[in-house]
């Protein structure tokens, strides 16, 4: 612990000695990208390169690396950002004696975007998005990192920390956006990761927002990983739009040592598909303020380690309003046959709320009841609360408890707390 404890520190004050030399000089991205989340690459690109003001630390922005940003992608159409983020979780109880109460991890990621069709217009634009990736446990090779402690190490049955996992360096992302129609109609082609797309809210990113299962995605839902698919959104009016998926029922394994995996069922046959109606007050405020249905079924095909899963189908209803520039309160609900690899759930319910600021700090809390699809054990029951210190204007703390109501695979303990600490910087 005292060696993730150094790692952990090192790491945040190299941010905050970045972080110290900016403030306001940050580059100006516009977020193209036509119907996406906030986890999406358009998205994280433009909220990381934002101009941003009156934070804690008041000294000037390096103005020559924000600057070059802005002109290259001026001249270019590419835009790109580098951000770090490390985890530290720990847990009030484990599985056993032999189990470990902690885990910690960092992430790595580069991100762009390029625009090489119809860039000048603004209108009906062709993009390249790419998200290149590394995650490590900071305890090393064979560790459980913080992604999967409940599963494997403290028995609550979900993710307390979704994403901080174990893997090498990858292209996560790799995909085509196209717009049409004057923007009303947009397709995505390539590696692409559903969840930037389907049934999400406004408080959802992990490094940024809530990392357990139980306030980001619904886990009665048998979401794939990242791999390859094509997503296609048209908008009838204004206020009304309609999406459909398909992509890999599985999605990329992480086996170590690939760059690039596509997964390995679309060949098959195999496939995640879904269907979206929803309702957004402006296409723009979709971020923010938005009501949608999600209907989704899995194939069923046989694992990597030849073991056999159902097919699965749900729905999943989402909804989240940003209003007086401070409040962010949402509900979300799904119920499922519990089928699938990557469902947790037969039916799961999350409520939350977040309030901003005005110096952009967030402080977020969210409660879930979820059923889960192992026959006779209890409903768990989940609350989170963070609240997300915006140091300078690229360097966060973000200070986290989760508590866990019955937790499955630890019935001989009828709570858990985890207690956290995220830093990102942004570049």
Same mark, same amino acid.
């Given at each position: 612990m005292?060696?993730?404890?150094?790692?952990?520190?090192?790491?945040?004050?190299?941010?905050?000695?970045?972080?110290?030399e900016?403030?306001?000089?940050?580059?100006?991205?516009?977020?193209e990208?036509?119907?996406g989340?906030?986890k999406?690459v358009?998205?994280?690109?433009?909220?990381?390169?934002?101009?941003k003001?009156?934070?804690?630390?008041?000294?000037?922005?390096?103005?020559?690396?924000y600057?070059?940003?802005?002109?290259?992608?001026?001249?270019?159409?590419?835009?790109?950002?580098?951000?770090?983020?490390?985890?530290?979780?720990?847990?009030?109880?484990?599985?056993?004696?032999?189990?470990?109460?902690?885990?910690?991890?960092?992430?790595?990621?580069f991100?762009?975007g390029?625009?090489?069709?119809?860039?000048?217009?603004g209108?009906?634009t062709?993009?390249?998005? =790419?998200k290149?990736?590394?995650?490590?446990?900071?305890?090393?090779?064979?560790?459980?990192?913080?992604?999967?402690?409940g599963?494997?190490?403290?028995?609550?049955?979900?993710?307390?920390?979704?994403?901080?996992?174990?893997?090498?360096?990858r292209?996560?992302?790799?995909?085509?956006?196209?717009?049409?129609?004057?923007?009303?109609?947009h397709?995505?082609v390539g590696?692409?990761?559903?969840?930037?797309?389907?049934?999400?809210?406004?408080?959802? =990113?992990?490094?940024?927002?809530?990392?357990?299962?139980?306030?980001?995605?619904?886990?009665?839902?048998?979401?794939?990983?990242?791999?390859?698919g094509?997503?296609?959104?048209?908008?009838?009016?204004?206020k009304?739009?309609?999406?459909?998926g398909l992509?890999?029922?599985?999605?990329d394994?992480?086996?170590?040592?690939?760059?690039?995996?596509f997964?390995?069922?679309?060949?098959?046959?195999?496939f995640?598909?879904?269907?979206?109606?929803?309702? =957004?007050?402006?296409?723009?405020?979709?971020?923010?303020?938005?009501?949608?249905?999600?209907?989704?079924?899995?194939?069923?095909?046989?694992?990597i380690?030849?073991?056999?899963?159902?097919?699965?189908?749900?729905?999943?209803?989402?909804?989240?309003?940003?209003?007086?520039?401070?409040?962010?309160?949402?509900?979300?609900?799904g119920?499922?046959?519990?089928?699938?690899?990557?469902?947790f759930y037969?039916?799961?319910?999350?409520i939350?709320?977040?309030?901003r600021f005005?110096?952009?700090?967030?402080?977020g809390?969210?409660?879930?009841?979820?059923?889960?699809?192992?026959p006779?054990?209890?409903?768990?029951?989940?609350?989170?609360?963070?609240?997300?210190?915006?140091?300078?204007?690229?360097f966060e703390?973000?200070?986290?408890?989760?508590?866990?109501?019955?937790?499955?695979?630890?019935?001989d303990?009828?709570?858990l707390f985890?207690?956290?600490?995220?830093?990102?910087?942004?570049?």
């Amino acid at each position: 612990m005292k060696k993730q404890l150094l790692i952990f520190v090192i790491s945040l004050c190299f941010a905050s000695a970045w972080g110290q030399e900016e403030q306001d000089s940050t580059s100006t991205y516009n977020n193209e990208e036509g119907f996406g989340g906030p986890k999406t690459v358009g998205a994280q690109l433009q909220i990381d390169n934002q101009p941003k003001f009156d934070y804690r630390i008041p000294i000037k922005v390096t103005k020559p690396w924000y600057d070059f940003k802005t002109n290259f992608s001026k001249e270019t159409g590419i835009e790109f950002g580098i951000n770090y983020t490390s985890l530290i979780i720990a847990s009030t109880e484990t599985i056993s004696e032999e189990n470990t109460n902690n885990a910690s991890s960092g992430v790595f990621d580069f991100q762009a975007g390029w625009t090489f069709l119809n860039r000048k217009k603004g209108k009906n634009t062709g993009k390249i998005f =790419v998200k290149i990736n590394d995650r490590h446990s900071y305890k090393g090779p064979g560790s459980t990192p913080p992604m999967f402690h409940g599963l494997n190490e403290s028995g609550y049955y979900g993710l307390p920390a979704t994403g901080y996992r174990d893997y090498s360096i990858r292209m996560l992302e790799l995909n085509y956006q196209q717009a049409l129609l004057d923007n009303h109609l947009h397709f995505v082609v390539g590696k692409v990761d559903v969840t930037n797309y389907f049934n999400f809210h406004g408080l959802i =990113v992990p490094w940024q927002h809530f990392i357990g299962y139980g306030a980001s995605v619904i886990g009665s839902v048998n979401w794939p990983d990242q791999g390859l698919g094509g997503i296609v959104s048209i908008r009838p009016t204004e206020k009304l739009y309609i999406m459909g998926g398909l992509a890999d029922v599985r999605g990329d394994v992480f086996r170590d040592g690939e760059f690039l995996n596509f997964g390995d069922q679309f060949q098959d046959g195999n496939f995640w598909k879904a269907v979206e109606v929803g309702y =957004v007050p402006s296409f723009g405020e979709r971020y923010f303020k938005k009501i949608s249905i999600m209907y989704w079924n899995s194939d069923a095909y046989t694992n990597i380690n030849g073991i056999d899963v159902a097919s699965g189908q749900g729905i999943a209803v989402s909804a989240h309003w940003f209003f007086a520039e401070r409040f962010i309160p949402f509900a979300r609900f799904g119920i499922s046959n519990g089928n699938g690899e990557n469902a947790f759930y037969k039916a799961d319910v999350q409520i939350g709320h977040g309030y901003r600021f005005l110096n952009y700090d967030i402080l977020g809390i969210s409660l879930s009841w979820n059923q889960p699809n192992i026959p006779d054990v209890k409903d768990q029951i989940t609350a989170e609360l963070f609240y997300r210190f915006n140091m300078t204007a690229h360097f966060e703390l973000t200070p986290s408890m989760q508590f866990i109501s019955n937790p499955t695979f630890n019935p001989d303990n009828n709570s858990l707390f985890y207690f956290g600490m995220r830093g990102r910087i942004t570049l």
